[in-house]
């Protein structure tokens, strides 16, 4: 070997060296998941009674490193985090997506202006009035001050589905009675899919809490509820499938699409008769594509 070179033979045992450390790293990876997990910083609990929310097998997710929106808008928000609330529908609810300033100043701004709700009609693309919906709402224009475009943003982030793919938020109000019974977001008809597409999803955000009844309701939903936790304070409404409770602050995301673009049936949903009190929502609902205002 010439003098001031080395050679580039590997020692064997440098080998065996380098294989010991990577599975030493790779041990070390591991202990630090399992106290991840020990110390709660993400779980997959089973049915466990820490919420108003009827679910069958929930994942809860816990949101740390990244706190999307966090010191944007109106209020404190507190801890957010989502909950799988079911496969068949897609579906998650948003904890304490809006704060209470945030619901309260969306009351407010839409309760000068509500009016009796209406359906489209599938053939003209026209509203119309309907037994179906007893609601009274509004709808307030994209964009349309500081509060609502935090709010928008919010819902953009996520989702991931842009702004401008969105229709305006609509606020609605559900008095003692009141309902919305089952229904489909996705269009059947060419005429109301012409301006953004298909609708692909919903956000169902939550402005009030409700002392009785007032469930959002999947009636097509996979998957038995009857030993769910809560179950027995829900309505006989909410016990035709999958419910949730409204309480203030929560946003319900629930895709109408599947990811192969197929529409899905198993997103059916209605709105349970208000029993008791008042039932404040606010929806948005997104499409595929740009939706011009």
């Not at 969306?106 to 309760?111: G, H, K, M, N, T």
């Not at 007032?214 to 998957?223: D, L, R």
Request: hydrophobic share 35%; net charge positive.
């Amino acid at each position: 070997m010439a003098k001031g070179r080395f050679s580039r033979q590997q020692h064997p045992g440098k080998r065996t060296s380098t294989v010991a450390l990577v599975l030493s790293m790779l041990l070390m990876l591991t202990i630090v998941l399992l106290m991840l997990l020990a110390l709660g910083i993400f779980s997959l609990p089973l049915g466990s009674d820490d919420g108003p929310y009827p679910v069958y097998d929930r994942i809860k997710f816990k949101r740390v490193a990244l706190d999307i929106g966090e010191g944007e808008g109106l209020g404190k928000r507190g801890e957010q985090w989502t909950e799988v609330l079911s496969w068949e529908p897609r579906a998650f609810i948003y904890h304490n997506f809006l704060s209470k300033e945030e619901c309260e100043y969306l009351i407010d701004l839409a309760r000068p202006h509500m009016v009796k709700s209406t359906v489209v009609d599938s053939k003209t693309g026209q509203s119309k009035d309907s037994r179906v919906r007893t609601s009274s709402g509004m709808f307030m224009r994209r964009g349309g001050d500081k509060v609502i475009r935090n709010i928008e943003k919010r819902i953009a982030d996520y989702t991931f589905i842009p702004v401008d793919h969105g229709e305006g938020l609509q606020v609605l109000h559900y008095e003692v009675g009141q309902k919305y019974e089952p229904h489909y977001d996705y269009f059947l008809d060419k005429y109301n899919t012409k301006n953004g597409g298909q609708r692909i999803a919903t956000l169902l955000m939550y402005l009030s809490d409700v002392e009785e009844g007032g469930e959002t309701v999947f009636p097509a939903s996979t998957g038995n509820f009857s030993t769910a936790p809560g179950w027995n304070e829900m309505s006989e409404c909410a016990k035709r499938g999958l419910s949730v409770k409204p309480k203030m602050g929560a946003a319900l995301l629930f895709w109408s699409m599947r990811p192969d673009a197929t529409l899905d049936p198993s997103s059916l949903h209605g709105g349970c008769p208000v029993i008791r009190g008042n039932k404040w929502s606010s929806t948005k609902w997104m499409h595929v594509e740009e939706y011009k205002v």
